[in-house]
């Protein structure tokens, strides 16, 4: 079965410095990877996923992340965090590829950036 | 913009009731979800639908039933409500799995408490 994992709960950074949040996966064949945000008091936001291609993958408000079939690592990374990144952060894995295949999340990682 | 909307945002009911949940969605999505999310747990997901009067269970689907009667509206229904059923409940929807293997949106959520 597919699955993802988060391995730490919390992560905290100095505001300014580089953050990574780490998310590695478990599947059998390609893996379709996803990272969601969730702001306070918000519904979760598509960040960013990887298909296929390039290994480092851009997404929204300057994150990116690295794709590692060797480590099966999806790691999130920003080069300078701003306070306003402090959230809770969910890695995700598509289960299958057909249409009743399902996103099967990660259990989430709490970012915070201290001024 | 895609739009998801969640009925409530905050919902007290007590043990035994009947509870709906109402989901509705503005960008003629095929797929809808219903998620329950916990700390420590991530998401978990209920039920899914790829398409109208189609269902498929999640991971958690005991106690829960759903219906979707129109392409847009996706109900989560808690037969007899329990206390181990207060949570967040988050709703999403996304085009139809195809190529691009798309994301999903995600509504604000509705905290349940069953007293």
């Known amino acids: 079965a597919q699955s993802v994992a988060q391995p730490e709960d919390q992560v905290n950074v100095a505001e300014g410095n580089p953050l990574t949040v780490k998310c590695t996966y478990s599947?059998?064949?390609?893996?379709?990877l996803f990272w969601y945000v969730q702001y306070p008091n918000r519904g979760l936001q598509f960040l960013l996923k990887?298909?296929?291609?390039?290994?480092l993958v851009k997404g929204s408000y300057g994150f990116e992340a690295e794709f590692n079939k060797s480590q099966t690592s999806f790691h999130l990374k920003k080069p300078s965090a701003l306070v306003s990144d402090s959230a809770l952060y969910f890695c995700?894995?598509?289960?299958?590829?057909?249409?009743?295949?399902?996103?099967?999340f990660g259990s989430g990682t709490r970012l915070s950036i201290r001024p | 913009d895609v739009k998801v909307t969640q009925s409530s945002r905050y919902l007290v009911k007590r043990t035994g009731e009947k509870v709906f949940l109402e989901c509705v969605q503005d960008?003629?999505?095929?797929?809808m979800f219903w998620y329950r999310q916990d700390p420590g747990l991530g998401l978990r997901l209920i039920y899914f639908?790829?398409?109208?009067?189609?269902?498929e269970k999640g991971d958690i689907p005991e106690g829960y039933s759903v219906s979707r009667e129109k392409k847009e509206r996706f109900s989560l229904i808690l037969e007899s409500a329990s206390t181990n059923q207060t949570s967040m409940y988050l709703c999403?929807?996304?085009?139809?799995?195809?190529?691009?293997?798309?994301?999903?949106?995600f509504g604000p959520g509705t905290r349940l408490t069953v007293l």
């Open positions: 999403a929807s996304s085009l139809l799995w195809g190529g691009d293997y798309n994301e999903q949106f």
């Open positions: 599947v059998s064949g390609n893996p379709y």
């Open positions: 990887y298909i296929t291609g390039d290994n």
């Open positions: 995700a894995v598509r289960d299958g590829y057909s249409s009743a295949s399902k996103i099967i």
């Open positions: 960008m003629d999505h095929e797929n």
């Open positions: 639908s790829y398409d109208v009067k189609m269902k």
